[in-house]
């Protein structure tokens, strides 16, 4: 399992080895470890290690044509699990938005099948060091959306506002220090309220229209927070 394999590069490290073969080196550990896994290889080659990974990219993607589909229920590979999913048509606009802020684009109508396990969106996409894909919207560029930080700031955008043809996506939700990216909310209209739930229990309701609408920022604040809490569902 994962023990085993941590222990096992801590092996070849102490071991300094002139070449290290990883086969799968992130395939039983969690998001978290296998990043710094990968950054530990990066290191040792920096050093002069030769180092050989074979791995698999767990930031995948896949289509499923029809209305209903259980997203949850289709197969999954080894290691890999339903992260979300988003129905809509394919000539819409699908955003997809990293887990640092900034917004992605891939044709909806070019998706492999859901029959498969998905292809790796590394190769369609530069999404940097330690980032990956964390929500994704799906719809025409007039959709509005409401994004927002657990740090308890957020705006109104659109699709439009997203929308980018760089592999490396763009700035969009400035994140404080230590916040996340919320799961975006769609289709709010301006006389919609929103309710965010602190981790400290504290709830509170505002209307959608004290939000400014933005294209890109940090945007108003939603909620005063003390200390260390933070949004934790809205």
């Not at 002069?48 to 930031?59: E, P, Y």
Request: proline content about 4%; hydrophobic content about 40%.
């Amino acid at each position: 399992g994962g023990e085993r394999q941590r222990a096992a590069v801590a092996r070849a490290v102490i071991m300094s080895p002139e070449v290290v073969l990883a086969d799968e080196p992130t395939g039983n550990v969690d998001w978290e470890m296998s990043l710094r896994l990968l950054r530990l290889f990066t290191e040792l080659n920096r050093m002069g290690k030769t180092i050989l990974v074979v791995t698999h990219d767990m930031n995948l993607i896949r289509a499923a044509k029809g209305h209903g589909i259980d997203a949850e229920g289709l197969s999954y590979r080894a290691g890999d699990s339903y992260l979300c999913s988003v129905e809509g048509r394919s000539n819409q606009q699908l955003i997809l938005m990293g887990s640092q802020g900034r917004s992605y684009q891939v044709p909806a109508h070019g998706l492999p099948s859901a029959r498969g396990n998905g292809e790796p969106l590394s190769g369609r996409l530069d999404l940097g060091d330690g980032a990956r894909i964390v929500s994704l919207m799906l719809g025409e560029s007039a959709d509005r959306y409401v994004l927002a930080s657990s740090a308890g700031y957020g705006f109104v955008t659109t699709l439009g506002d997203l929308s980018t043809r760089q592999r490396a996506g763009k700035a969009v939700v400035t994140l404080p220090e230590g916040s996340t990216l919320l799961p975006p909310l769609a289709n709010l209209s301006e006389h919609d309220r929103v309710a965010v739930v602190t981790a400290e229990g504290r709830l509170l309701l505002f209307p959608v229209s004290d939000l400014p609408q933005l294209a890109k920022g940090k945007g108003n604040k939603l909620v005063t927070l003390r200390g260390e809490d933070r949004i934790t569902a809205w």
